[in-house]
Every structure is written in C-alpha cells, then in structure tokens.
C-alpha cells in the first residue's frame, strides 16, 4: 500500500513553455502532499506543502507564481512550471502523508526529471 | 535556520558494518527519519525515530538521542545493492533533510 505516482517521470520542454506535473495518491487519501527539487549531487529542497482544497504554502526563495501548485483532491496534486528555463531543470518529486500514517511517513513518488532546452 | 549535517561521502566493504551520523539543531522535533536513495530515483523510507534508543529493522538499525540532537544509520552486513545516498531527516510540521551520505559499497 501507500503508491505515489507521478507523471510524467521524465520531460523535455524548449524554454519559455510551461510543464504540468501530476502527482497521485494511488491508495490511499493523502491529507498533504509535497513538492521537493533535487539538484544533482543535492539534497531534497522542498518548495511548497499543498493541502486539498486550500492554496499551496510555498518555501522562503520560491516563486509562487512560476511554480503554480494545484491540490485539487484528496488523491490528486499538480505542480506547473510556467515560462521555464534552463535553470528549471532538475528533479522535481512530491510526496504525500496519510491520514492514517501514525507515524507521519511521507510515501515518495518516483519522481520527475525536467530539461529545458 | 535548517540547521541538520551529515558526512558527504563514506566507503565500506561488502559484508563489514558501516555507521551514518546525523547531526541536527531544531527548536521542534517530531521525529527523524532515515531514506535510502539510489541515483535517479526517489528516497525510500528506512526508518523513524521519535524516541530516544535504537530502532532495529533487519540489517538496518537506526538509533536517536534527542537531548544531543543525534542519529545514527547502522548498516550491517553490507551488499554492494546498499551503494546510494542515505538521508536523515528531521520533522518539524514538514521535513528537513540533510545533504545525504553518499556510501560506495566495495568488493
């Protein structure tokens, strides 16, 4: 139990477009759900924790406008990356917590890879 | 401040015993938890501490002294498969990791 997924795992996008990014709860009901970037050889940096129905709370040093977060559902999460650029690309994972997870563990996705060319 | 440090990178011999340290300075603590990471995929969860002592899971024991803002990862009979970065993390109302132990498992 407890699946993350995310889609798509990999994505090539030409600078100045936008990416969306989905994140889903495949099994259970996610009561929030976050986005990290990983840089190479870095460690997760967590950008914004997103509950359902309420808007994203986004980490000092994160644009909110360039990095729009959508919790539409209790299973469901997207992260859109507007006007990206070359320094966009990294490695984006969200992770999710339970509503029953006694222990508060985050369940991670498998992440995505962005380029910008 | 995120105030966590762990080693950047340690070297071990397959089937030794190798220890991970995780050293961290927070004003809340709701636990700490360990991650497996190999390149290019997300972490995978290891372990959790929110009590003081050691927590034992097979091959892998990690131990938590909160009074000293203290973890430690133990991994015992090493496999060349547990080469990757390992991550502790602290929990406020979300989590702080450190910059991960990259650990190279050799023959």
């Given at each position: 139990g407890a699946v993350v997924s995310q889609h798509p795992s990999w994505v090539i996008c030409k600078s100045g477009t936008s990416v969306k990014i989905e994140c889903r709860s495949l099994d259970f009901q996610a009561t929030t759900m976050f986005w990290y970037r990983q840089f190479p050889k870095q460690s997760l940096m967590l950008m914004a924790t997103s509950n359902e129905g309420s808007k994203a709370t986004y980490e000092q040093g994160v644009e909110k406008d360039k990095f729009l977060i959508n919790?539409?559902?209790?299973?469901l999460s997207t992260l859109t990356v507007t006007s990206?650029?070359?320094?966009?690309?990294s490695f984006y994972i969200c992770s999710a917590t339970s509503r029953t997870s006694g222990t508060y563990e985050q369940y991670f996705g498998p992440g995505t890879r962005l380029t910008v060319t | 401040g995120q105030n966590i440090d762990q080693p950047t990178e340690m070297t071990a011999t397959e089937g030794a015993i190798v220890q991970i340290n995780c050293t961290y300075q927070t004003s809340g603590f709701n636990g700490l938890f360990w991650y497996q990471q190999h390149a290019g995929e997300a972490p995978t969860f290891l372990s959790y501490n929110v009590l003081d002592g050691l927590e034992e899971k097979g091959r892998f024991s990690s131990f938590l002294s909160r009074s000293k803002g203290y973890s430690y990862l133990l991994l015992k009979e090493?496999?060349?498969?547990?080469?990757a970065s390992y991550l502790c993390a602290y929990r406020t109302n979300k989590l702080i990791f450190g910059t991960g132990t990259l650990l190279a498992v050799q023959p």
């Amino acid at each position: 139990g407890a699946v993350v997924s995310q889609h798509p795992s990999w994505v090539i996008c030409k600078s100045g477009t936008s990416v969306k990014i989905e994140c889903r709860s495949l099994d259970f009901q996610a009561t929030t759900m976050f986005w990290y970037r990983q840089f190479p050889k870095q460690s997760l940096m967590l950008m914004a924790t997103s509950n359902e129905g309420s808007k994203a709370t986004y980490e000092q040093g994160v644009e909110k406008d360039k990095f729009l977060i959508n919790h539409a559902s209790l299973t469901l999460s997207t992260l859109t990356v507007t006007s990206a650029h070359p320094e966009d690309s990294s490695f984006y994972i969200c992770s999710a917590t339970s509503r029953t997870s006694g222990t508060y563990e985050q369940y991670f996705g498998p992440g995505t890879r962005l380029t910008v060319t | 401040g995120q105030n966590i440090d762990q080693p950047t990178e340690m070297t071990a011999t397959e089937g030794a015993i190798v220890q991970i340290n995780c050293t961290y300075q927070t004003s809340g603590f709701n636990g700490l938890f360990w991650y497996q990471q190999h390149a290019g995929e997300a972490p995978t969860f290891l372990s959790y501490n929110v009590l003081d002592g050691l927590e034992e899971k097979g091959r892998f024991s990690s131990f938590l002294s909160r009074s000293k803002g203290y973890s430690y990862l133990l991994l015992k009979e090493l496999q060349m498969k547990d080469s990757a970065s390992y991550l502790c993390a602290y929990r406020t109302n979300k989590l702080i990791f450190g910059t991960g132990t990259l650990l190279a498992v050799q023959p």
